[in-house]
């Protein structure tokens, strides 16, 4: 009786003998694997999204265009998370989204105008210093190509300054005086009426919903707290007014001068 319970005994004993080292090895991997999962988890989300906007950009335009737009997009979402970090503000890495362009998440909201406009008008800084360098190749290689993404590049930043939520302008334009939001709908409102056989309408129409409800809010008393959001300095709003109305003049003598080479 005892012999079939001493090999049963031993014969599991050598299982968790030979278990055992796989069973270290396996936990000493997933430590290890675990924060490099999650370190590049939000790298893959990116170079996916990248990857499927390559590819619907690539089939309108061609990939040459489509990977040069998309670095373009890259620079732009790229100064905005810059720029909140620069505000200590928590934002994740940019996504991608085909004939949509491109977002970046903030994980925590903007505490004033001030802090929101600083994000807002990062994207459209950097952005537009990378479609001018872009524009400045063809200077060096004589490369159309290079002439129309710059060109596309400013026009890509000169719509986003438009100030109207959710675009850029709008969150800028909120340290100057949320009033320009009217500026907005008076520009998008005509254009989307005379062009609503464009498929780039859609977006326009997205964008005209989705900021009713701010510009509305215009016409209602603050509460407390919405007062205080949108306190800026007389010096803050100089600033913010001269970095937006300076961009804006900039793209549109740059698109020109680029037109002329066309």
């Known amino acids: 009786m005892q012999g079939p319970f001493i090999n049963r005994q031993t014969f599991w004993q050598r299982v968790k003998q030979l278990l055992a080292p796989i069973a270290v090895a396996l936990a000493t991997a997933g430590k290890w694997a675990l924060p490099l999962l999650k370190f590049g988890l939000p790298f893959l989300k990116v170079g996916g999204t990248m990857l499927i906007s390559l590819f619907f950009y690539s089939m309108a335009f061609g990939w040459r265009f489509a990977a040069g737009f998309i670095i373009l997009l890259f620079i732009h979402e790229m100064g905005h998370l810059i720029a909140a970090r620069m505000v200590?503000?928590?934002?994740?890495?940019?996504?991608?989204?085909?004939?949509?362009?491109?977002?970046?998440?903030?994980?925590?909201a903007p505490r004033?105008?001030?802090?929101?406009?600083?994000?807002?008008?990062?994207?459209?800084?950097?952005?537009?210093?990378?479609?001018?360098?872009?524009?400045?190749?063809?200077?060096?290689?004589?490369?159309n190509l290079f002439l129309a993404l710059g060109y596309v590049g400013f026009l890509l930043n000169l719509f986003n300054l438009i100030p109207m939520v959710p675009l850029d302008g709008g969150r800028i334009v909120s340290a100057i005086?949320?009033?320009?939001?009217?500026?907005?709908?008076?520009?998008?409102?005509?254009?989307?009426?005379?062009?609503?056989?464009?498929?780039?309408?859609?977006?326009?129409?997205?964008?005209?919903?989705?900021?009713?409800?701010?510009?509305?809010?215009?016409?209602?008393?603050?509460?407390?707290?919405e007062q205080r959001y949108y306190e800026c300095t007389p010096a803050q709003r100089v600033i913010m007014a001269i970095l937006y109305f300076g961009l804006v003049g900039s793209l549109y003598i740059g698109m020109g001068y680029i037109k002329s080479y066309m």
């Open 88 to 108: 200590g503000l928590k934002v994740g890495l940019p996504v991608f989204i085909p004939f949509m362009g491109a977002v970046i998440a903030l994980r925590e």
């Open 112 to 143: 004033n105008a001030w802090i929101e406009a600083i994000v807002g008008i990062g994207g459209p800084i950097l952005g537009s210093l990378g479609a001018l360098a872009v524009a400045s190749c063809y200077l060096l290689t004589g490369n």
């Open 177 to 225: 005086t949320p009033w320009l939001w009217l500026v907005g709908l008076v520009i998008l409102i005509p254009y989307v009426f005379f062009h609503l056989a464009s498929p780039f309408s859609f977006i326009l129409i997205l964008i005209i919903i989705t900021s009713f409800r701010r510009v509305l809010a215009l016409f209602r008393r603050r509460t407390p707290e």
